[in-house]
């Protein structure tokens, strides 16, 4: 696992910050992530991983989602991509992974 | 947010110039009182769809005191139903929790309040009403009814030395996000500079507070710390380049690159009374005098950072020099750069100097 700076735990349950909203921006055709006075563009894997955060799906269930999502590619490289962009999104305080 | 033609992400809807509090360094222009509140609720809700259909995604509600706009509720409700990311800047005077339920159920994103210092006397000092211990109740209101928060603290010599004070305020408050945002000499604060600003010894000392703090915090309070640009080497982008990312629209209906952007002379805004968004955005004469780099002089014409700071700030270099399309005198290559310096050895000048509070005054006696 990438060391980011924060732990995140396997049975986490990640959930998008209260102050950060999920919007399809159909201008450019992509998911942005808004929040006050900032935005940022999601690629396609970090937008399917922020909409299973809900706080319903552990950090195993999304990743393993993810891999059959991205079949054939090999899921060690999904979960590396998802860890890295979870702990990330922790880090910046837009993912809560508490509970 | 990247790409380079121009996009507006932001729209800043000025929706009042009149305000409670009148602060040292208020940001709206000296001659506030001349332009009145011209757009109805109507004329708003039809900016914001036009703005959307542009391509933004964030509406910052600010003023003025926007509260004081009793369509407000509409007005979020309008830009909710756009998927607009919406944003109150409040000062929390007059707010009551009945309002703050409503804008809730409207679909608010976030409240942000401003707080002028961490103790009574001194915020109240700064914003000219007693409206200290009112504020932190409405920033207690905002978290109690489940609303994200942002704290706004505006720094100056004044409460510079209290920084780490001021972080431990935002964290009792429970704030999502604190703003520490060095006064910008425009507005109100240019002629209050000697007394607000602050020395660089000052400054580098609550740099380094907020540093540490900002790890300590990582992950639960964003805590962002604007430095000035009086004590940066390079000027800021100002508004992320002239008519590339945002849009104002007045109170009068001004649609403007900047907030500041109506003191520049020679520039004809529209009134988006009169022509669409779109065609402002694209055609307004205002928008395309210093967009991209054919208008810039040297230094800035063939410096490597063009690119990263679109050659600074307009208004400061003309409120400055004289000259809105000079370079930015902020920055240690522009001839205007001794403007700056003089200013920050006027900082080590012992001694309080008086501030000049907000007030209706008209252009023609300004």
Partial sequence: MPDTGSRLAAEARPRLAPKVRLR???????????????????????????????????????????????????????????LTFLHAMVDRGLVRSDG | MTGDAPRPYTLVAELTYRCPLRCVYCSNPLDYADHRDALSTADWLRVFREAEALGVVQLNLTGGEPLIRDDLETLVEGARALDLYTNLITSGIPCTRERLTRLRACGLDNVQVSVQDVRAP???RIAGLRSFERKLEVARLVKELGLPLTINVV?????????????????????????????????????????????????????????AARERLRGS?????????????????????????????????????????HTLPGLSFDRVQDRSLEEIWQHSDAFNAYRGEAWMP?????????????????????????????????????????????????????????????????????
């Fill in chain 1, 24 to 82: 399809w921006d159909r201008k450019d055709e992509r998911y942005m992530l808004l929040y006050p006075e900032r935005g940022l563009v999601l690629n396609a894997t970090a937008a399917a991983v922020v909409k299973l955060c809900t706080g319903e799906h552990t950090v195993a269930a999304i990743v393993e989602r993810l891999a059959e999502q991205y079949a054939p590619q090999p899921p060690e490289a999904i979960e590396r991509e998802v």
């Fill in chain 2, 298 to 366: 040297e230094p800035c014409r063939s410096c490597d950072r063009r690119a990263a700071d679109f050659g600074g700030c307009r208004c400061q270099a003309f409120h400055l020099t004289g000259n809105a399309a000079a370079t930015d005198p902020v920055c240690s290559l522009a001839p205007g750069h001794g403007l700056i310096e003089a200013a920050r050895g006027e900082s080590s000048a012992p001694g309080p100097a008086d501030l000049e509070y907000r007030t209706a005054r008209s252009s023609t006696s300004a």
């Fill in chain 2, 221 to 261: 309070m964003e805590l962002l710390f604007v430095i000035p640009d009086y004590y940066s080497e390079f000027p800021k982008a100002c508004m992320d380049g002239w008519a590339r990312r945002f849009i104002v629209v007045s109170p009068d209906g001004l649609a403007l690159p900047c907030h500041a952007a």
């Fill in chain 2, 122 to 124: 001194e915020s109240d």
């Fill in chain 2, 155 to 211: 720094l100056h010599r004044e409460n510079l030395d209290r920084v780490a004070e001021i972080i431990a305020l935002g964290e009792s408050l429970h704030a999502d996000r604190l703003e520490l945002a060095n006064t910008q000499y425009l507005g109100w604060a240019l002629p209050n500079r000697r007394a607000l600003l602050p020395t660089r010894e000052q400054l580098d000392r609550a740099r380094e507070v907020a540093r």
